[in-house]
């Protein structure tokens, strides 16, 4: 009777001799067997946890096998499983069921020619393939509306030469405020509701850890990693805690930008803006920029469009437009130059940033609320809803 030898080759030639004696034994075994020969320690004697041929295979092969041997014995091993297990299982089958009534657990030779007939016969059902039958056809899967507009706006800077740049999104107090400028108790906090990981009040403020709330804390922790100059976009999921409604969601998505080398200025803020406005939303799109502020730029700008529904008329269809409350202008980012305070913070650990020397431009823009314009989607809701109904128009 067959035996699990040990392995001392573990080479693929050597486990594929083995792997054939084994099956060979076991094509033996089933040939020999008879209508008196009991089928429950047939199948122990190949299938038992402790002990069967199979669990001896993974204590003689598997486990002893050299680390640089270990994959290709495993996968051997789960090979021959997915060949031994069914085919004894299917053998034992009756008499499994069987023997659960006494008397009848022992089958005479023609119950058993029959029996093993009719095992034939299930598994030839099971197996069977239909051909003319309908195929199963897989639904089709789509970019979300909010990724692929992240996509696309990302494509338009890499086209500019910009790199793309990612950070967490539980960051510290000190990368989302402090070093963007945003002083401690100071009111320029409440300009972003924030969600706190709870349990962090014996931590120094600097480093509680938050949901961001936007993306800028990447800015800072690029220009630590990298000299100037630099040009990079910063897509990414951020988290307020806003009240839910039409255009609030308490979880969004940003994209920034920024950029940094010797003599960039102001019109270089506005001539990249005004391209990538036009790359995104056709060539006749306007853009028109006036102040605001960010602790973080100086000086700062929010950028509007023309609005696209109704050309910046601020009229549609005979009435005032909607979409822009007739204004005629959409409000679509913030920016502004790289605040010199910012670079104060970056040289604690890369000193190139040496305000003196170089300036920079960064931006930042809410993608939902743009997704909602291109698709023309009336509920930022309905991106987080999880509703195939909607998800599956952008297929
Ligand atoms: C900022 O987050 C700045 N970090 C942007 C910036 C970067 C300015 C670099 C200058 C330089 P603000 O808080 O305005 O700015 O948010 C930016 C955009 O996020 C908003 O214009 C809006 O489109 C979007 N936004 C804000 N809150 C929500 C919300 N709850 N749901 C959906 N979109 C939101």
Known sequence: MYTVPKLTDYSAAALDKAVAELLGALEAEIKALTADSDLRSFRDRWLARKNGVLAQVNELWLKPAPQDAKKLVGARVNQLKEVVQPQVERLSLYDLVDSRKPGLDRLREEDWKQRRQSVLELRWAAERLDITLPGVRRPLGAQHPVIRT?????????????????GPEIESDYYNFESLNFPPHHPARDMQDTLFIGGQESKALRERLLLRTHTSPVQIRTMEKMKPPLRIVIPGKVHRNDAPDATHSPIFHQVEGLAVDTNITFCDLKGTLEHAMKALFGSDVKTRFYPSFFPFTEPSADVQISCIFCGGKGQRDGGP??????????????????????FGFVREK??????????????????????????????????YSGDMRFLEQFT
Do not use: H, T
Request: aromatic share 10%; charged share 20%; net charge negative.
């Open 150 to 166: 992240m996509n696309e706006i990302v494509a338009v800077f890499r086209n500019l030469g910009y790199s793309v740049s990612e």
């Open 321 to 342: 437009c909607r979409n822009c409350k007739a204004s005629g202008w959409i409000e679509l980012l913030g920016c502004g130059m790289v605040d010199p305070a910012i």
């Open 350 to 383: 890369q000193p190139a940033y040496d305000p003196e020397k170089i300036s920079g431009f960064a931006f930042g823009m809410g993608l939902d609320r743009i997704a909602m314009m291109k698709y023309g989607v009336s509920d930022i809701g309905q991106f």
